[in-house]
């Protein structure tokens, strides 16, 4: 034995040291003697190595601390008591690594922190340490020899121990190939002879039967006989019902008695069985008419006593499941509990029946039962309904209760369903089958009829054509069609919502149910191995039945949603037009009549098949424009501009986004993301339509037509009273108001309906992320981004021509009203006047700007509050930046081209051009041009003599990019200067340069650059800003 071998093993080490150390005692000499005293030698050394690191470790706290402590005493004593501490420490260091608290480097710095400078004090201290680390280096190198030497030895006696196992080992691997080899030599003839038994029983077992099967065959022709020859009828139906007592009886007990229920059920089917086949091949040898005869009557027999039991059996069943019951399947035992239903009779029945054509005629009753007892709605078809019928036709129709009873009848079909698949997997399920039970059979009731059973019910239940759900559904929708306004289409919505949430949670719930409770109870099945090929059998059915049963429910559910969904589709889409319609026209407005077979805009036809072939495409019937030209700003304003107007169509779409999700789903079933999808994107599609090409684009138009650019003809009286409302210079306050509120309306359309990155919004953004549909999305997102950019557009152009129209008028308070407050004065230069600037030296000043100025800087101010209100900050600033633009060309091309400035005249410009530059500030960003003309605005304050400098800075060179030359230009310098009263004087009848000038000139050697024409634009605010860009 394997302990046996450790042992001997163990023997031959023990005498082998043995032998060793009796050699070692002996006297003797040579390799063996020389072997025993190296071997006492290191284990002396051994334990000498072991007793000082044991020493020291237990002195290493003292070694430490007396490391790190002074010495006191002469020089020798110092010197020597701190080598002999440093040789413990370095003893600790070798013997004890593990210690903590020294190292190598710290050792060397403790030996030279004593020596001091002296070097021949350092290197007695190093001679010193060097025969210290000498002397421990050879006791180390001697203490590995000595571990290598033991290590060797050790490995001797572990190779004698695996020699052992080894061989024990070999042993055992060769009894275990010969017990295999025997193993398999018995066993095949021991699997032959079990085949053998098996295919013996299983003959015996077809033989018992076919016994039985004649006996009884026999029992059945032996009455068939007697009640040819007696010529009276037998009363099959009496007897097999327990109609005649049991002692008059002429038949078998089997078939009278009704505990003998299953086994007369699988007797008759065999029997019937047997009269099927009278035509095949084993059959024809019946060639005797008299024999033919005995079987044509005992056929008959058979017949009718396969009916009578299955009436009986059926009949039975009835009075049980009709006497009722609370359902308790926790045990068999508390079926027969008072007041519970008696399932395990049931079951009972269920087998016996399955006997008779696959338990059809049970599977037919148990449903008509069902519906019976638990929906009688359903039962009595429409006869029962004539008075509510009657009702729908009235116009105080309650929508709310039908509705609430459509739910209830919903909630019901769920409760009784999921009842009655607890009964259905208990009493048409075959039961475990206990040990030691032969007589079952596993095919007598599959673990598919369940299945069936559930899916008979459910089609009656749900898909009759005349008493289903369905048609309960179909029948209520159609009631709710024959009111025909558009408050009852509102009420349908809301039905078709709660009957697809219904439906959808209905369908869940039984898919569960059909997993969960129609499940055959294999459990126990599992332990018997005799039937396990019967049993996966019987697996692989329920499997296929219970995958059969869930497409069932998918499919009717689908069946039920698509008819519902197209029908509420079209619905929503055509209610939700209406009601955006309505919000326009309850204010007045009127809308134009489309035109047949014309493109109108966005259709639905992203949808594609999501609502069928019919899908319902709103037509554009945009505002009637010349009706909002007639009601002007006020009725704009009033009517369909006012807030709730504007955000009444928005409430609508949200509310058929929130039902389109309901009713759709976010991808529950199959298809119904890209159908969810499809259809948000719908809605969105018709919205953009509605809210833009029918809204919001007629009324930004007309806001733009109303604006009249051409001003008054008649001159404006200057200046305007302050203390009255400012003129709108062609603008009117409301036209802002109405940007305004289309602006504030674009925003909430987005904000509405759209809201992209809004967790939980449940808007088209996040509905369309959450299906997953890339596709939608994008043709979404091009649908968004197409109805901004359009009204946008829209907008830059009534903007752009509100801009046009307060620049026209801004020239009309300069231009005409200037002039109109110049024929008051009485200027005389010459033949013509100079304009309001030109004025002569002596006249004393005030410290106003001029009326026109004045009465303008006061209007744009006014403007500005109500722009600033309707324009974005980026809008406002590029707005203001450009009517800045326009205010500069309009004063600078009069002054160029009109305007002469005196010295006087320079004073009260420079006051207007501050009080325009100081309006043009109020918002934007680019405005040098006013600094420019700041600027130039010295050329008219200072004297001739000094222009030179103003011109080309002090050092007078025209090239050196200094004074007005280097920052607005020469030549506009020069044209700005050439506006001086005193440029040109009048000689006799001829007009000439002064002669500053033309030495101005001739010292600067530049050209007068209004010699020739001069192009006003040149010097036009964008002009200068484009000189600007281009010198940067």
Known sequence: AFKDMIRAADADVANHAARMRKLNESEGGGAAGKDASSWREREERRRKWDAKADALKKEAPTILRLADTPIEGTQAEVTKERMARWQRALELYVYCPEEKGVDWLKLLEKLME??????????????????????????????????TDAMTEAEDAYHIRLEAHTMLADRVSEQAEKIEEQFRTNGRAALKIGQQLELAEAKKRQCDTASLLIRQWWMMENLAEQEELSGEELQVNEEVRGVIPSSSCRMDPLFTRPENSLEAAKALKALRTVVKSRGNSASGTLLDPMSRHRFDVTSKLI??????????????????????????FSSPDAASRPGRLNWIQLRNLAMALS????????????????????????????????DSDSDEDDDHLDMDSMRQKLSNLFHRVNEVCTAEFQLISNVFSSPPVGKGDATFDVTSLSDAVPFQVARTLLQRVISDPRDGLQARINDLLESIDRRGDFDAGTKKLDTFVVIHEKAAGLFTMLKDSAQTMLMANNKSR?????????????????????????????????????????????????????ECCYCLDRTGAKLVIPKRGKDNGRHNQSMGQAGGPATYEAPVMPLDKHHLKKIGFSGLLNGVLKSSVLRQPLMHATDSLARARLMFGMGQGFGDMDSTARVITGIFSQMCTFYGNSFLFPIIEVLGDLLDTKPPAAPPNLPFDENSPAPDLGVDGSFWVGIERIHSAAKAFDRELWAEQRKGSERVWEILEATGSHTSLTLAKDQRVSFFQELEERGETAILRALDTI?????????AGSENVLKNRVLKMGDRSGGPYAVPAGIALDNSNSPAVKSLTFCLRAQFVHIQAALTPQSLSAFWTALSMRLYDILGTRLLQHYYVSMVGAVNLSRDVEALRSVAMLAGTDHQHWDML?????????????????????????????GLFGQAGKVQALVFMSRRVDYRV???????????????????????????????????????????LKLS
């Open 114 to 147: 004593g020596c001091g400078e002296d070097e021949e004090e350092m290197l007695e201290a190093l001679s010193q340490a060097s025969q210290v680390c000498t002397n421990l280096l050879d006791q180390t190198s001697l203490a590995s020899r000595d571990a």
């Open 303 to 328: 017949q009718r006593t396969s009916v009578a039991l299955e009436s009986r059996l059926l009949n039975s069943f009835s009075e049980i499941y009709v006497t009722g019951g609370t359902y308790d």
């Open 526 to 578: 599992g332990d018997e191995d005799q039937r396990s090929e019967e049993y996966q059998a019987v697996s692989d059915e329920n499997k296929r039945a219970v995958a059969s049963l869930i497409q069932y429910f998918t499919t009717q559910e689908m069946s039920l949603s698509s008819s519902h969904r197209r029908g509420y589709l079209n619905l929503e889409l055509r209610l939700l037009h209406h």
């Open 355 to 386: 006997n008779f054509d696959g338990g059809r005629g049970l599977h037919k009753r148990y449903v008509q039962m069902v519906v019976s007892s638990r929906f009688p709605e359903l039962h009595h078809g429409k006869s029962g309904n004539d």
């Open 807 to 815: 620049s026209t008028h801004v020239s009309w308070v300069l231009v």
């Open 934 to 962: 700041r600027e130039l605005l010295t050329l008219y304050m200072t004297p001739p003599n000094a222009l030179k400098t103003i011109l080309v800075g002090p050092e007078g060179d025209p090239n050196s990019g200094k």
């Open 986 to 1028: 009048k000689v006799g009848n001829v007009i000439q340069k002064s002669a500053w000038v033309v030495e101005l000139l001739e010292d600067l050697g530049v050209p007068d650059p209004t010699d020739g024409n001069v192009n006003i634009a040149m010097y036009s605010a964008q002009s200068l800003r484009n000189r600007r």
